[in-house]
């Protein structure tokens, strides 16, 4: 491709730039040659380049559509400011650290904490190939952990980088992962924790703080976690490599020391660290010398705390890790010695005060003679040929051996330590493969370079030899295996460097030859270097230094002074002070020095851990003490050679993965990238080298089908091959690129040169651009048109309008002239008739007013001369009336006094007459004759009363005839008013009938007036309900206004609410995950039991249903209230206990029988109290009776029941004596207290009938006495009857009334059910009417044959029906018959059990009992419906509850089950328990529910009932029926508002099972949890293809170009799961959503439960395809969003076909979060949109909403990308929900783990348990249950 196409005006290019490395700019003139000109971007600038030839020619830049490729290998332009800029823009902009480069994943350093690493995270990337998610260190985990299962070959991770850069976090998430997918079981997970506990020891005895880094490895480590043929964890061990010692004495400013002394030193206070003597880190010289001990965001005591934790998880002993402690405290104490000089000249010395502190501390802390380490500090011993001379050390000399001594001790301890590391995490068993992480340091240059630099950079030279053949061998597989033609790429070999360091007379060898020399030197080495390393091209000569030399590295050129190289090379420490340390009491100080190799670890040389230090062998000079003095000892460099070369070794034979960690600024800001830093790097690290070696073969590579969609617009239809993807896209590209070594065509790829895909973008956009200008002419110009026309119309009507608007104006203007004329006229005519008129009015008024005034005047004058008259004529009556008056009175006192004087004069003369005799006389002679009449009336009686005593005498004989005459009337007359009075009672009950009748037309006629009534009070109600909430609303209006209530506060109060709120659900959701934890761990230990009995060759335990042990020590805990769910420690106490044999366990229900005692012994008291009561009732209501006989002793009705009292009572009394006297005769010679208390019984009821027999004797006296007339005088049997007796009899008569009332109702009843029973079977009639209505009609439209099979089923129903109902009535008969005989056997067994010998009728009624099995036996063949009166029990042999149970449950299948009633096993086992209730049968319903719960778990366990939903279904089902049973038939009123009278009456009556619900609900919750496990592991494979994946809207794919590059072998070759075409997922999907919902629906599942289920599978579906997407940046633009829109429309839809939606779990808002994020792909993304997206996304995290829109790319270029601006704006307003996300740690990716909590609403049951039938499908357990 020519450059004229391509350096065209508007082409984008890169120019170099000394401050940002790379600007970008834009050509202003189409090049054609020599000059080139163009505009910066950002500063407008314009420049002239020269071009001198093309290679001259700058960098194209990628467009648009390809910045923040996910993979840099995928920019059509590979070079190195397309590399550069593309991670800029994914790291500043989108906040993404992770991008690939090839096999390379690029990570560079945020510094800060990004949650992107939880355990959703690392789920979301098991199984998912390479490159289908975003880049990130778990998907390189993933690739190596996935070839390693699929290929069987050993893998490496290779984690590289400078300092700061972040390798030691990277290698820690790597293993993290390894250790979360590869653990199973304890053992491993012990080892997991292992493997994770080392990583803080390492860091604090390995890691410091320098000014690039917090946390700087100062070592190189090579981990290999090994694994097994299962590829779980069993192992692991480590390796080091060159760890700074200098760092112990020696830190620069601004940096620490190792961090473990800054940790001890914060751990002071702490008993560990008691008798160490430490004190702040400032106090010790070796961790002041940084001036900077603290590091932000750090607690050293914390990370002390965590160190000491691991210590302990690895197995350090207390003693060892208090010697560590020891040792490491006593080098901080061997710094602080202070050594002082003295002497001078020649004879200058050093010495060490007595008194020194810190020295004495030290030997203290060491055990160490304190007077020999003095001296040997200060002192060294010169040993030659015949003698030895101790020579003193100067004041430098004695402080450089003694941090050689503290660096000895140190690097020791080091090793030591991480010997024992290695040794915590030996193999336990055969290593299978393994993984290794290398976590080394990176290439590095500084200004002075020194050893340590040296040997980092030629271990780098190492790897990147072996990564460059790496990378190329990669290419080369790829290309051979598309079998395309390519040519021999040429890439950068560093092997000449690599021989300039290790070969012969190289850098190394000439160093140790150096070292071996007495008086070798730095300076004289480096004179042997410029001599003999002349030849090599990457050695040279500094032109400026003679004591420096330059080698040319892969990365750069590095110049090296070689001051110090000798000095640490050698690492010699003074023999005397080793011997010093080894004769230490501290046994692991003076282990460390004792002797070399693996023994001075504590181990044989031929055993041990499977890998030892890097340096093994390195110990100071002398410290060997059993190898010969003469000896010479390997130098570090040596040591170093040989450890990096046994590196290559291992990992040349494994398959690498490289992870290169970038550092984006020395500041350590957060997400800022500075271009210098980066490229340094980019380039020593081999990225770019990488790239270089893409650029040169095929770098883009498509699918055909992809590259057909495309780039299928810049082709025509002639082009196209239908159904030949490889045939159209040869066309394609044979016309759009004329050179054809731009392209190659491979098997299944499309394989294109750099550049060659931008152009075609070019071409595709601007084909594109010109469609869409074509497309925009045409509508444009019918736009105009349409609007041009509209104008023309609009402007005739604006005119017409304004026309007829001034015509109508003028009119209206001429009307309104006239009208104002005839308006004038009228007013002005108005005017003067109204001032006539007034005038008038006037006039009239004022005549009237005089007129009036003159009458007036006349008037009172007339009015005063009528009173003065009247008044006269008053005064004078009254004066004539006095003057009358006066004259009477004195006549009336006059005659008064006339009339007395004549009185008195009449009354003298009387008094004379009466003293004289004559008078006296005259009155006794009328008395004299009164006596002598009475003396002869008095002889006349006596005459007659003679005669009467004779004639009394005669009528005595007739007096007995008379009294039976009047009995006989009596008798008649009572007769006769008994017929009358019920006659009477029938009229009075016919007219209460009449009236009733009456009052019920009344009481409708009252309803209807009453709903009247209430119609109208609801009115006024509602009327003043409405006023009371207007006044309700104004105070309340008022009192806010008044009080001023906080609406802060008040929103305080509603989140503290949905806090609590939240608090319970999570209460109850991790209590269900302890649950579901403690099944998985009850069915792993199962499995291993089963396991571990295979291995020892136990039997088969499949026969045995449940271990009662098991059962009792699971639920046996429960009958008591307690939870089934324990505490970890009591968990793993339980696991040990059961593993254990013969550990016997405790009887737990032992205490539910003592509870059941005590209920039975309250039971028993409270029936006691109700019998007391009942006869105190009996006393009272005899007593009464009693009173009533005294009462009415003359009542007749009495009379004709004391016969049948007194032969009821004979009676009684005849049964009892013979009882009395058979128990008696059994009982003798006996003591027995049940006789004793029967006899007792007897005892009371003989003086019980005796007293009713005294009561009846009298009874009769008094009706005998009753019956004698009356002996008294005619006078006396004449005479008025006694009110009291007219009271009895009115008393007895309402009795017998009342009586009469009650036989009445009685029959009132009895009539209303024959009528209800009546309506019933009218109504049984009707149905069978309509069905042979419709079966007639149905007939009709049959043929003839199919009428006759009708009839004739039909008819065969009918008889079966009657033959069903003469079996009930038969079968009730017969059951009648038992019942009897079973109550007279219990009572037979009573006597018997009380002492009684009844052995007749005992025989007899075994007889009875044996005919009447029998005949039950013939009639359970034939009878298959239940008996109405039935009781609803099912009994059971108790001896075969195994084959019982095994019948009901284990051998019950799904498909059998779903023919039957939906949970017909639960209702037979309650049945069973009933049954048991009943009998009183404590044992036996413990064990039956406890068998009954083993059993379910063990179908459960079974391998096809983990992987079976239909069985977890059913017995899901059937248990939490079984728990309703237990709820609803408890007694509990709150269980029983909707049972029926009858199921009230089945309610258990001895035993409470209230604490078998809790065992129950746990279970039905695991078996719920294992539903939706099994749901989601279906799913799970559908849901990216079905629901991201699937392109249900045709013609909307607009996905962007995608990298195929990867790993050979990577893509494509899933291990387990095969291949899903996302056209037919989304179908699959619903198919199999379908099916779960028919299954939980056809086993009878609560509509509740079922909503429950899919709402955690539809919360399952959402975070899984939301993590997808948040983790996919492929998938994050406008078309995408809508398909996936389209496709959870579709699950929406399916739920509501479905009536899954539920108000109480909302099921389809579980949705929100993926519908919120596809709805925010597809909004626009404009500032004025900032408000509605954050309102619009209320569902979904700051974090993801962020996220979304950093990854968005759209997949075309004429679509809006997002701005960072718009972001943070997003983020501004978002800003305290992302505060408190931050507060409660939301991760970035849901929890697709995450289970709700599960309810189980009470659900009670309809079916009565007389109505159920054992079906002949359930096979066996009709011979094993009898219904009763």
Not at 210 to 231: A, L, M, P, Q, V
Not at 362 to 384: F, G, N, P, T, Y
Not at 672 to 701: D, M, N
Not at 790 to 801: A, D, L
């Amino acid at each position: 491709m020519s450059t004229d196409i391509l350096f065209t005006k508007g082409a984008r290019v890169w120019l170099k730039d000394p401050d940002s490395v790379w600007i970008g700019a834009v050509v202003t003139k189409n090049y054609s040659g020599a000059v080139l000109q163009v505009e910066t971007e950002e500063t407008l600038e314009s420049r002239e380049i020269a071009i001198k030839t093309d290679n001259d020619l700058p960098p194209l830049r990628n467009p648009d559509i390809l910045i923040g490729e996910n993979d840099l290998t995928s920019l059509s332009y590979l070079h190195e400011p397309a590399v550069l800029h593309n991670l800029r823009v994914r790291f500043e902009d989108r906040n993404q650290i992770y991008t690939y480069c090839g096999i390379v994943l690029v990570a560079i350093n945020p510094y800060q904490q990004l949650h992107i690493y939880d355990n959703d995270t690392i789920f979301a990337y098991r199984g998912q190939n390479m490159g289908d998610l975003d880049p990130h260190i778990y998907a390189v985990s993933e690739e190596a952990f996935k070839l390693m299962e699929r290929d069987g070959k050993d893998q490496s991770i290779i984690v590289s980088g400078e300092s700061g850069a972040g390798k030691t976090v990277s290698a820690k998430y790597s293993m993290r992962y390894f250790a979360t997918i590869g653990g199973s079981g304890d053992t491993e997970t012990q080892v997991e924790r292992r493997v994770l506990a080392s990583s803080p020891i390492m860091e604090a005895i390995g890691n410091a703080k320098t000014t690039r880094n917090d946390n700087s490895s100062r070592f190189g480590k090579y981990i290999e976690i090994d694994f097994s043929k299962h590829y779980q964890i069993i192992g692991a061990s480590m390796r080091t490599y060159l760890l700074e010692k200098s760092r112990v004495v020696f830190q620069a400013s601004e940096e620490r020391n190792y961090h473990v002394f800054y940790q001890m030193c914060a751990a002071r206070e702490l008993p560990e660290m008691e008798g160490l003597a430490l004190s702040h880190q400032d106090n010790f010289i070796y961790t002041n010398q940084g001036e900077n001990p603290d590091i932000d965001n750090v607690d050293d005591l914390a990370e002390f705390k965590k160190t000491h934790e691991s210590f302990r998880l690895l197995g350090f002993s207390e003693s060892d890790t208090e010697k560590i402690y020891r040792i490491l405290a006593g080098i901080l104490h061997l710094g602080n010695i202070k050594i002082k000089h003295a002497g001078r000249g020649d004879n200058e010395t050093s010495v060490i005060n007595d008194e020194d502190v810190p020295l004495q501390e030290m030997c203290r802390l060491l055990d160490v003679e304190a007077d020999q380490m003095k001296r040997w500090l200060c002192h060294r011993k010169i040993v030659s040929m015949r003698e030895s001379i101790v020579k003193p050390m100067t004041l430098q000399q004695a402080e450089q051996s003694r941090d050689a001594l503290a660096k000895c001790i140190y690097s020791n301890l080091f090793d030591w330590i991480v010997f024992q590391i290695n040794k915590a995490l030996r193999v336990t068993g055969k290593i299978h493969k393994f993984i290794g992480v290398l976590d080394i340091y990176g290439f590095e240059t500084f200004e002075i370079n020194s050893f340590e630099q040296f040997c980092i950079n030629y271990a780098n030279e190492k790897l990147q030899q072996q990564f460059n053949c790496h990378v190329f061998k990669l290419e080369q597989e790829e290309y051979i295996k598309e079998g395309i033609e390519w040519k021999m790429i040429d890439f950068y070999d560093n092997q000449p460097c690599i021989d300039l360091i290790e070969s012969k007379l190289g850098i190394l060898d000439l160093l140790d030859e150096e070292c071996r020399m007495p008086k070798g030197s730095d300076k004289s080495w480096v004179d042997k270097l410029y001599d003999k390393c002349k030849k090599y091209e990457h050695f040279s000569k500094p032109r400026l230094s003679q004591t420096a030399f330059l080698v040319k590295h892969f990365a750069d050129q590095v110049e090296y002074e070689c001051d110090g190289f000798l000095h640490k090379n050698r690492d010699t420490v003074m023999e005397e002070q080793i011997n010093i340390l080894k004769a230490s009491k501290n046994d692991l100080l003076s282990d460390l020095f004792i002797s070399e190799g693996p023994e001075s670890l504590g181990v044989s040389g031929g055993g041990g851990a499977k890998v030892t230090p890097a340096k093994p062998g390195a110990r100071p000079g002398g410290a060997g003490g059993g190898a010969a003095r003469g000896g010479h000892k390997k130098t570090v460099g040596s040591q170093f050679r040989e450890s990096l070369n046994l590196l290559m070794t291992n990992l040349n034979s494994t398959n690498p993965h490289y992870v290169r960690c970038i550092k984006p600024n020395d500041q350590k800001a957060a997400f800022v990238f500075e271009s210098k830093r980066a490229v340094q790097q980019l380039r020593a690290c081999g990225v770019l080298e990488t790239v270089r070696i893409s650029a040169a073969g095929y770098p883009s590579r498509w699918t055909y089908y992809d590259f057909f969609v495309r780039y299928r617009v810049l082709c025509t239809s002639k082009d196209v091959s239908r159904g030949d993807y490889r045939k159209t896209c040869e066309n394609i590209v044979a016309k759009l690129i004329r050179d054809p070594d731009k392209y190659q065509f491979g098997k299944n790829k499309l394989f294109f040169r750099a550049g060659q895909v931008a152009y075609m973008e070019k071409l595709r956009s601007d084909k594109l651009k010109s469609c869409g200008i074509m497309i925009q002419k045409h509508v444009k110009g019918f736009l105009y048109r349409k609007r041009y026309e509209t104008i023309k119309k609009s402007t005739g009507t604006i005119q017409r309008w304004v026309r007829g608007f001034l015509a109508r104006r003028q009119v209206r203007s001429m009307r309104r002239n006239h009208a104002a004329t005839i308006i004038q006229a009228a007013y002005r005519g108005h005017v003067q008739r109204t001032k006539f008129l007034e005038l008038r009015a006037m006039t009239i008024r004022l005549q009237a007013n005089m007129r009036a005034y003159r009458a007036r005047k006349e008037y009172r004058r007339l009015l005063e001369e009528k009173s003065a008259t009247i008044i006269q004529k008053r005064v004078r009556g009254w004066i004539a009336r006095v003057k009358y008056a006066r004259t009477v009175r004195s006549v009336v006192i006059a005659q008064n006094a006339v009339r007395r004087r004549i009185a008195r004069k009449q009354l003298k003369k009387l008094k004379i007459e009466a003293k004289s005799v004559e008078k006296q006389k005259e009155l006794n002679k009328g008395l004299e004759n009164k006596i002598i009449s009475l003396q002869q009336r008095l002889t006349e009686a006596m005459n007659e009363n003679k005669s009467l005593k004779s004639t009394v005498e005669a009528g005595a004989a007739l007096s007995e005839e008379l009294g039976k005459a009047k009995k006989a009337e009596e008798e008649a007359k009572t007769k006769g008013e008994r017929i009358k009075t019920l006659e009477e009672e029938l009229r009075q009950v016919r007219g209460e009938l009449q009236k009733e009748r009456e009052e019920k037309v009344d009481l409708v006629t009252e309803k209807v007036r009453a709903e009247e009534e209430i119609s109208t009070l609801k009115n006024e109600i509602q009327q003043t309900m409405e006023k009371h909430n207007a006044d309700l609303a104004a105070a309340q209006t008022k009192a806010e206004n008044s009080a001023k209530i906080d609406p802060v506060e008040l929103e305080r109060l509603e989140a503290e609410k949905q806090q609590i709120h939240s608090e319970y659900e999570q209460e109850r959701i991790a209590y269900q995950k302890l649950l579901k934890e403690y099944n998985r761990l009850e069915l792993q230990r199962d499995n291993l039991q089963d396991e571990v009995n295979v291995l020892r060759g136990a039997p088969n335990q499949d026969e045995t249903l449940y271990d009662p042990k098991e059962d009792e020590s699971a639920y046996g805990g429960s009958m008591s209230g307690r939870s089934s769910m324990v505490s970890t420690l009591e968990r793993d106490r339980t696991l040990e206990s059961i593993t254990t044999e013969g550990n016997p366990t405790q009887d737990i229900g032992l205490l539910m029988k003592f509870q059941g005692a005590l209920r039975e012994e309250q039971r028993m008291r409270e029936t006691m109290e109700k019998e007391k009561e009942a006869l105190e009732k009996r006393i009272e209501d005899l007593e009464a009776a009693k009173e009533n006989n005294n009462n009415e002793m003359y009542k007749p009705v009495d009379m004709f029941r004391l016969d049948e009292v007194t032969a009821e009572n004979a009676r009684l009394r005849e049964s009892l004596e013979s009882l009395r006297e058979s128990i008696a005769q059994s009982a003798e010679g006996t003591e027995n207290s049940a006789v004793r208390e029967i006899m007792d019984q007897y005892s009371s009821l003989v003086e019980e009938l005796d007293r009713k027999k005294e009561e009846c004797l009298n009874l009769k006296t008094m009706v005998a006495n009753s019956q004698k007339a009356t002996q008294g005088s005619l006078g006396a049997v004449e005479g008025e009857l006694d009110p009291e007796e007219l009271f009895q009899a009115y008393e007895s008569q309402k009795n017998v009334i009342q009586q009469l009332q009650s036989s009445l109702n009685e029959e009132r009843e009895k009539c209303k059910e024959i009528e209800s029973s009546m309506k019933a079977e009218v109504e049984k009639l009707s149905v069978a009417n309509r069905e042979a209505q419709q079966l007639l009609q149905t007939n009709m439209k049959r043929n003839p044959a199919s009428q006759t099979e009708a009839i004739m089923q039909h008819e065969l129903q009918r008889l079966t029906g009657e033959n069903f109902d003469l079996l009930e009535k038969i079968e009730n008969l017969n059951d009648q018959l038992k019942r009897l005989k079973k109550q007279l056997k219990i009572y037979m067994k009573k006597l018997e059990d009380g002492g009684g010998s009844l052995s007749d009728t005992e025989e007899c009624v075994e007889q009875d009992s044996r005919s009447d099995n029998g005949e039950t036996d013939a009639s359970l063949v034939v009878i298959t419906r239940r008996e109405h009166e039935s009781m609803g029990m099912l009994e059971y042999d108790k001896t075969q509850e195994e084959k019982v149970l095994r019948a009901l449950i284990l051998d019950l299948k799904p498909k059998v089950a779903s023919q039957m009633l939906p949970g017909l096993p639960a209702y037979f086992l309650f049945m069973m328990i009933r049954h048991l209730d009943y009998m009183n049968d404590e044992k036996n319903v413990r064990t039956l529910i406890q068998g009954g719960i083993a059993c379910i778990k063990k179908t459960i366990k079974k391998h096809k009932g983990q992987t079976d939903i239909e069985l977890k279904t059913l017995w899901l089902s059937n248990t939490l029926r079984v728990l309703h049973c237990l709820k609803q038939y408890s007694g509990e009123e709150q269980f029983q508002l909707h049972s029926s009278p009858k199921q009230i009456e089945h309610c258990l009556r001895n035993f409470d099972l209230t604490a078998y619900r809790r065992v129950l609900s746990d279970i039905a919750v695991w078996i719920y949890q294992g539903i939706t496990k099994l749901m989601e592991d279906e799913l799970h494979p559908l849901l990216v293809a079905a629901l991201l994946e699937h392109e249900g809207i045709g013609g909307l794919s607009g996905d962007k170009p995608r990298a195929l590059r990867g790993r050979t072998g990577s893509t494509g070759n899933e291990l387990e799961n095969e291949y899903l075409d996302p056209k037919v997922a989304l179908d699959r999907l619903l198919s199999s959503l379908t099916r779960f919902n028919q299954i939980l629906q056809k086993h009878g599942l609560d509509p509740e439960i079922i909503a429950q289920i899919f709402r955690q599978i539809f919360y399952f579906v959402c975070a899984n395809c939301l993590n997808n997407l948040l983790l996919r940046k492929d998938m994050c633009h406008w078309s995408r969003g809508m398909q996936i829109r389209y496709n959870i429309a579709q699950i929406e839809q399916w739920a509501r076909d479905q009536k899954i939606e539920d108000t109480d779990t909302k099921v389809i808002d579980t949705l929100l979060p993926i519908i919120q994020a596809t709805q925010l792909l597809q909004a626009r993304k404009s500032e004025e949109d900032v408000s509605g997206i954050c309102d619009m996304c209320d569902k979904l995290r700051v974090s993801q909403i962020i996220k979304i829109l950093n990854v968005y790319t759209p997949a075309d270029e004429f679509e809006e990308r997002v701005s960072p601006a718009f972001v943070r704006k997003i983020r501004t307003k978002l800003q305290e929900r992302a505060m408190e996300e931050a507060k409660n740690q939301a991760p970035l990716l849901m929890d697709a783990k995450f289970s709700f909590a599960v309810k189980f609403p009470f659900n009670p049951s309809k079916i009565h348990f007389d109505e159920l039938d054992i079906p002949t499908l359930y096979t066996n357990l009709p011979n094993l249950v009898r219904k009763i």
